[in-house]
């Protein structure tokens, strides 16, 4: 179940959002002090498949950036350190940052593993301090805590901290004072708002938009009629005015899967079988975890030429048995492939789960 920030006014609420500078990289400079000042770059080798997770600032001068082929990051800056990471000791991080937000405020909605937004709209009162005083104690806990750096953005709602913290960014505070919103974003590129991707970015500046300022000038009629439901999007986002309340528990996943990418292409039926098996007790354990079954499960396959294809099997009822979810998972992999052409990418996907009583299935 999602909990809801009781509704107030927007001129009242004071929404900071905590975004962690260079994340998994910060944390090899922490782990490893002599990697300081150069371009750390975390996701493998170069010389194996797989993308950036993310890179030190100094890797980001050559162009590097998250996601992209470890290959091309290889090119871009071959005197880069490449490192696999470790996802646990990220995770353990991310948890003591965390806690560290809960000392604050229960009103904490964590986005990711590196950021989340919070509430502040009461703690405010109660500590008789500004926002950006509270928001700079809370960048220098985290510090004082992990050693790690952290960008803050302050608004009163979650659009335009988003958007502030982006701005301040490495290791920055920045407060949009509540009607201050629209003056703040008219002059970004349009692309700075969310929704606005490569191809939305694409067809707005054939149209001639390129700065917020410019959507700014346009009606919610002229909106409605050249972009549909999008231009309510774009019509208020572009004038900083957002309603969204901030979520203070983890709503539960709508899907559970896990993927690998081999090193080389591979044709083994045994070796394939064996990795999907691990593939189904790692997203079993997550099943497990969130005390959830799941009716629908979904095989990815990705073959060598880079053609992706997806099928799926519906079961007559909810699982959580790893041993049948594992034979109808083979069953479906057995009657999709053959052994060929190679494989580059294997994964699967737990679909339409159910959180109603966990209990063990009684075929």
Not at 126 to 149: D, P
Not at 190 to 201: D, F, R, V
Request: aromatic share 10%; net charge positive.
């Amino acid at each position: 179940m999602v909990l809801h920030r009781p509704r107030v006014a927007e001129s009242m609420r004071c929404i900071f959002h905590i975004d962690m500078d260079a994340f998994f990289a910060s944390i090899e400079i922490v782990r490893n002090p002599a990697l300081k000042g150069k371009p750390v770059i975390v996701g493998g080798r170069p010389d194996r498949r797989g993308v950036v997770s993310t890179c030190s600032y100094e890797a980001r001068v050559f162009g590097v950036r998250s996601a992209m082929p470890l290959s091309e990051a290889y090119r871009l800056c071959p005197q880069g350190i490449f490192l696999e990471g470790s996802y646990e000791t990220y995770r353990r991080y991310s948890s003591k940052i965390i806690d560290i937000f809960y000392n604050y405020t229960p009103f904490v909605e964590v986005v990711s593993i590196d950021e989340a937004y919070l509430d502040m709209s009461d703690v405010l009162a109660e500590k008789g301090i500004s926002a950006k005083m509270l928001g700079q104690e809370i960048r220098q806990r985290i510090f004082y805590e992990t050693q790690l750096t952290c960008s803050v953005g302050i608004a009163a709602n979650k659009l335009v901290a988003k958007i502030a913290s982006s701005k301040s960014k490495p290791n920055g505070l920045l407060e949009i004072i509540p009607g201050t919103e629209a003056s703040f974003l008219a002059p970004l590129p349009i692309q700075s708002l969310p929704g606005i991707g490569e191809k939305t970015q694409m067809l707005l500046n054939r149209d001639g938009f390129y700065t917020v300022a410019d959507l700014q000038a346009l009606t919610l009629d002229e909106f409605s009629h050249k972009h549909g439901a999008w231009g309510y999007h774009y019509f208020f986002a572009s004038r900083g005015e957002d309603n969204r309340p901030v979520q203070w528990e983890e709503s539960p996943p709508k899907s559970i899967g896990a993927e690998t990418t081999f090193e080389k292409d591979q044709v083994d039926m045994a070796f394939l079988v064996g990795e999907l098996k691990r593939l189904i007790a790692k997203a079993h354990r997550r099943l497990r975890m969130h005390k959830m079954r799941t009716k629908r499960l979904s095989l990815k396959l990705r073959y060598s030429n880079f053609r992706t294809v997806t099928r799926s099997k519906t079961l007559i009822t909810h699982l959580n048995d790893l041993n049948l979810i594992e034979q109808f998972a083979i069953e479906l992999f057995e009657e999709n492939y053959s052994g060929y052409p190679p494989l580059r990418l294997i994964g699967i996907s737990l679909e339409q789960l159910n959180d109603s009583y966990w209990q063990p299935t009684l075929f």
